[in-house]
């Protein structure tokens, strides 16, 4: 158990540092990420000499991208159900491979765009592999409290390495080839959940909207670098160092701004900030000037991604946090690659400079989705685990694949507490279905209308246990106020039967216990 430490402690921007697992991990993905984003720079600045098409460099981005999206979820339900250090281990290890194999195709010239974009995408299949496993991590290497600074440091970190990593990239493949790039980079190696809660659905689709139009500053970035400020690979690589040192000061801001900002507020300026980079990259023919709208965009790519991660993992219980997470990433990666597509099908026909400015106002618009699904402003959730389940004597000797169960809940409601007691149950409804039940319902007894009975389903004896085990202490309000409505003289009568079929049909065979949470 970590211990939680005073307020003024827990709200330093630096206090994660105190823990020495995180210390250490974060260095760990430091080397890591700056190998990764050296070997982009090789692989982005390739494919300009190596493409034929506007469209085939757009495609790099959605190669490193599309992986996360297609993969993500998975990766989530690995980093829920197995040990995510030995996770990270194997996926870091199927990058390094991946990292070496592309070397050697580059060394002996047997690459061309689409071997290229096929090594791309397995590399970053072990990304995402990787990170839903080192982000679900950072809520059991640190307090609650200190999650959101530890979410920030962790996109401090990563900026870090693009504001000096990118620049080296440059230089290594001006000087020596792209093949010197990856060979550095081999050496520097709930859907379930999600769809009931709804504040998690608007980051969703937020985060979508970001990434299809963000996305299309780094994914045409090479062209502006050669093509509209007439540069070459160093200069791409000073770019997306400018880019990098703009990301790092958002990180450091972005704890504060919480602080002072709703979330919307953050979010939208976000949208605003990096439609005026993406504009200013389109009309700009110089590098440098390229360079300070780039540093803009990179502190308000940061920050909206940061927040988008810091809501997710303080709206989610640990249980299912990999999962979540994953969920998030795909929809925001899936963004990414799918406007890098976009973006550069647009680049091909009319040019990298009108793809830009359509970028823009396709971010503008990101901003207004606002208006109609607005980001909440985060509540303080206790999220933990309320272990007030007990698992009751049985008379069966059932098994832990036992099922299906059948759960009936018996409450005695007085006529002028229905109205309540129907919206808290439509709340209750929702928590035990994103739990796991299956077939949630409600009925009220014809005969004695005072009576009504929750009903629902698990598929065996082990998620029933499972079911209540994920119950926090924020979903215990719900269970107090609909015990305070029931007027019955002993608590809300309880029945877990096991269904067996029969020739007529099912039976239920009855198992007796303590009442649920």
Request: hydrophobic share 50%; proline share 5%; with cysteine.
């Amino acid at each position: 158990m970590i211990d939680e430490k005073p307020e003024s402690e827990s709200a330093s921007a630096l206090a994660p540092f105190r823990h020495g697992i995180f210390r250490a991990v974060w260095a760990a993905s430091l080397v890591s990420n700056f190998g990764g984003l050296i070997q982009g720079v090789g692989a982005a600045w390739m494919m300009t000499t190596i493409a034929t098409s506007s469209y085939q460099v757009a495609l790099v981005q959605a190669s490193t991208t599309l992986p996360i999206m297609l993969f993500a979820l998975v990766a989530g339900a690995i980093a829920d159900s197995f040990n995510r250090r030995k996770v990270m281990l194997v996926a870091q290890t199927f990058m390094l491979v991946v990292s070496l194999l592309l070397t050697l195709f580059t060394w002996y010239g047997w690459i061309t765009p689409w071997t290229l974009l096929a090594f791309t995408f397995l590399i970053d299949s072990g990304t995402a592999l990787n990170s839903p496993s080192w982000q679900a991590s950072v809520g059991d290497m640190v307090p609650r409290n200190k999650v959101p600074a530890a979410v920030a440091l962790n996109s401090l970190g990563f900026n870090l390495t693009r504001s000096v990593g990118p620049a080296i990239g440059g230089i290594i493949v001006a000087a020596a080839g792209a093949a010197t790039a990856f060979a550095a980079n081999a050496m520097g190696a709930g859907l379930r959940y999600v769809a009931m809660s709804p504040n998690i659905g608007k980051v969703l689709v937020r985060g979508a909207a970001f990434g299809f139009s963000a996305g299309a500053v780094l994914a045409l970035l090479p062209l502006v670098a050669r093509d509209v400020v007439k540069g070459d690979a160093l200069t791409y690589g000073i770019m997306l160092g400018a880019f990098g040192i703009g990301a790092v000061g958002g990180a450091l801001i972005s704890v504060r701004l919480r602080q002072l900002l709703s979330s919307e507020t953050m979010v939208r300026s976000a949208f605003g900030g990096f439609a005026v980079c993406a504009f200013n990259a389109a009309v700009s023919t110089h590098a440098w000037q390229t360079s300070l709208g780039l540093l803009v965009g990179g502190a308000c790519w940061v920050i909206a991604l940061s927040h988008f991660n810091v809501t997710v993992q303080m709206s989610t219980p640990r249980w299912v946090v990999g999962r979540v997470l994953s969920v998030y990433q795909t929809a925001t990666f899936g963004g990414i690659a799918l406007g890098s597509w976009v973006w550069g099908v647009v680049a091909d026909v009319h040019g990298a400079e009108t793809a830009l400015i359509a970028a823009s106002v396709a971010m503008l618009a990101g901003g207004a989705i606002g208006l109609i699904l607005p980001l909440p402003q985060q509540p303080v959730l206790n999220l933990d685990p309320l272990n007030r389940f007990k698992e009751p004597h049985l008379a069966l000797d059932l098994k832990p694949r036992s099922g299906p169960i059948a759960i009936m809940i018996e409450y005695v409601i007085r006529e002028e507490d229905v109205p309540e007691f129907l919206a808290t149950m439509a709340e209750r409804g929702r928590i035990r279905r994103r739990d796991g039940a299956r077939n949630w319902t409600l009925a009220r007894d014809l005969e004695n209308p005072s009576i009504w009975i929750e009903h629902y389903h698990t598929p065996t004896w082990l998620e029933y246990i499972r079911h209540n085990g994920r119950a926090t202490h924020a979903d215990a309000v719900i269970g107090e106020r609909i015990r305070a409505l029931h007027s019955g003289d002993e608590p809300p009568r309880v029945r877990r039967m096991i269904e067996r079929p029969t020739t007529a049909g099912t039976a239920l065979v009855m198992a007796k216990g303590p009442i649920e949470h």
